[in-house]
């Protein structure tokens, strides 16, 4: 009677312990939870090895890390007069300016030369213009042109088009492209990225006075 007793209880404590194992296996393996605030949806289990000694852990995948880049254009000419001197009939008079500009642009930039007058006009008498056209009775010349210069830029790929032959204008109201760029170049402040030139060429009947033209420039980045 009495080793049947026993041997009940040594049953009874064995069954306890496998059942404790399962236990402890089933309902003890996530002990916790990883959560990122205010994102759900990322919440994952703590879980644990159920030894001692032992590890528990978890892991949170979607935390994404963020910033940004402020665009920057910067465009510097290096003079504000353009001066062609005292014009002689049928001798070309040319004047420079040179440009540096600067920009992290994806796409790199574009520089646009525009007459405010369609020519160089009288000061005294503005239907008095010495360009291309015979409106006054007299043809003459009026041009821009550009080139570029050495590159200042260490991007890869970095391309400069857009160089503009020498063009007549006689139009208030064409943007002359004189500077086109596909990707970043540096503002150094050093050498000039491209050189834009004017040239006049009066006619022995250009009326005698003080010409004019002041030309609008314009930098756009292609971000």
Known sequence: ??????????????????????????YATNIGTATVTGAPGL?????????????ASGSVTGVTVTAQVLPSLNMTLSTSTINLGTLIAGTPASG??????????????????RSGSGGLTNVDDN???INNLTTDGIAESYTFASTANAIDSTVSGFTTT??????????????????????????????????????????????AGSYQDVITFTVTGNF
């Open 96 to 113: 420079t300016v040179n440009i540096e500009v600067g920009t992290n642009a994806a796409d790199g930039v574009t520089i646009t030369a």
């Open 1 to 26: 009677m009495l080793k049947t007793k026993i041997k009940k209880a040594i049953a009874l404590a064995s069954i306890a312990g496998i059942a404790a194992t399962n236990l402890s296996s089933v």
């Open 162 to 207: 857009g160089d503009l032959a020498t063009t007549q204008v006689n139009s208030n109201s064409t943007e002359h492209v004189i500077y086109t760029t596909n990707k970043p170049e540096r503002f150094d402040g050093a050498a000039a990225d491209v050189t834009f030139t004017v040239a006049a060429t009066s006619d022995a009947q250009t009326q």
């Open 43 to 55: 919440t994952q289990n703590i879980v644990w090895d159920n030894n001692f000694p032992g590890t």
């Open 127 to 129: 239907a008095i213009q």
